[in-house]
């Protein structure tokens, strides 16, 4: 028991809080101006035409309105002194993912490890959709949860 009037449980929801508010779509302000454009070198977001840079600058908006809301998890994360190891995604390809695993672990992680137990997962994802004969196009038909409408 400590003698702090707080729990660590405490500290890690109240970071949480905080990260959450710092993201907030609802006060974050998209300023996309002076922001390279990645797959153009030096050319930049507000270098687009009108149209383009209005309608890039909502769809930027709407991916982080979009965003799931990880702050407990990334704080948790932190707390522990873990770091992400790797992304494993499967659906549509590139950046369309329909299933995606984030593994974390501690920082003195043995590569060999940390491939292996990646190898580990990504085949266990792939056995259990090559048994329900499920290729990454299949993962978009899926029938959405009865509680949930369908995406559009």
């Known amino acids: 028991m400590t003698d702090l009037p707080y729990t ?3 500290a890690r929801a109240e970071a949480a809080d905080q990260l959450r508010a710092a993201h907030d779509p609802e006060s974050f302000d998209v300023n ?7 797959s153009r ?12 840079f209005h309608d890039a600058n909502r769809e930027i908006d709407e ?3 979009d965003a799931v809301d ?3 998890w990334s704080v948790d994360l ?8 790797t ?9 369309a993912w329909d299933l995606a695993i984030q593994i974390a672990h501690r ?11 990646t190898v580990a997962v990504r085949r266990a994802v792939n056995d259990v959709l090559h048994t329900r004969e499920i290729d990454d196009t299949h993962l978009l038909h899926q029938s959405a949860p009865a509680d949930k409408e369908p995406a559009s």
Do not use: M, S
């Not at 070198?41 to 383009?52: A, I, R, V």
């Not at 992304?87 to 950046?95: D, F, H, Q």
């Open 70 to 72: 990880l702050a407990r």
């Open 8 to 10: 660590d449980d405490d």
């Open 78 to 85: 932190g707390a522990c002194a873990l770091r992400a190891t």
């Open 107 to 117: 920082p003195a992680l043995k590569d060999d490890l940390r491939e292996a137990i």
């Open 87 to 95: 992304e494993l995604a499967w659906g549509r390809g590139g950046n």
């Open 41 to 52: 070198g030096d050319f930049q977001w507000d270098q687009l035409g009108d149209d383009d």
């Open 32 to 38: 996309i101006e002076g922001h390279k454009i990645p």
């Open 63 to 65: 991916h982080v309105e």
